[in-house]
């Protein structure tokens, strides 16, 4: 597969569940490895361009958000339509706009392709290695990514990259910001994804 050129951002999505529906940003269409416009997004398009690793994971968390609705998070690799594998988050909720029945599912995609690469991690690993308290507050701030997304570590701190570079702050500062969001009083895991979310969407401006 090839490797790719540049980072990716973020992009929004929505899913209407009756009429069966896609809409991508323009941004989702690029982080499937397509033009904007160049397809008709469909729910095979989305599932088959899953990592044949991943797909049963997304199509089961599908299944799940379309009959209880509710937040979710996941994360997977995407087999774009360029040949292009890149890793992503998918962040989103399935909405009951009728009693009880699921209508609509909206989110964002994060793409952290470019932090999985060698190079980053090799500049990640310099920061890291600052102090041993600096690993501490990282290590505890990926603990805070992984509780509230659901992540696995590596995918964590590719995700504590990918905030970094985009506020353009250092890692260790925004892990110290992230380890205080999470022990500023006694919240749920609920409150706590909601707050991330909310700083999340600080950080990308246009969500």
Not at 6 to 12: F, M
Not at 139 to 155: D, F, I, T
Not at 167 to 184: S, Y
Request: aromatic fraction near 8%; hydrophobic fraction near 40%; proline fraction near 2%.
């Amino acid at each position: 597969m090839t490797t790719l050129p540049q980072a990716r951002n973020t992009g929004r999505f929505s899913y209407d569940v009756v009429t069966g529906q896609w809409e991508w940003d323009d941004e989702v269409f690029r982080i499937h490895g397509y033009q904007p416009g160049s397809v008709r997004p469909t729910t095979q398009l989305v599932l088959a361009s899953k990592h044949f690793e991943d797909r049963q994971r997304v199509k089961d968390l599908l299944a799940r958000v379309i009959s209880f609705g509710g937040p979710f998070s996941i994360a997977y690799r995407i087999i774009g339509g360029d040949g292009v594998e890149r890793h992503v988050v998918l962040v989103g909720e399935g909405a009951l706009c009728e009693p009880e029945d699921v209508t609509t599912i909206s989110g964002y995609y994060i793409d952290l392709t470019a932090d999985f690469t060698v190079e980053s991690e090799q500049h990640a690993q310099a920061a890291v290695e600052a102090s041993a308290e600096s690993r501490a507050t990282i290590e505890q701030a990926k603990g805070v990514l992984m509780l509230a997304y659901g992540l696995e570590s590596e995918q964590a701190f590719a995700m504590l990259r990918w905030w970094s570079r985009n506020r353009n702050i250092k890692i260790r500062d925004l892990a110290t910001r992230l380890v205080e969001l999470a022990c500023a009083g006694q919240i749920t895991d609920a409150d706590l994804r909601g707050q991330t979310d909310a700083l999340l969407h600080d950080v990308t401006g246009h969500m």
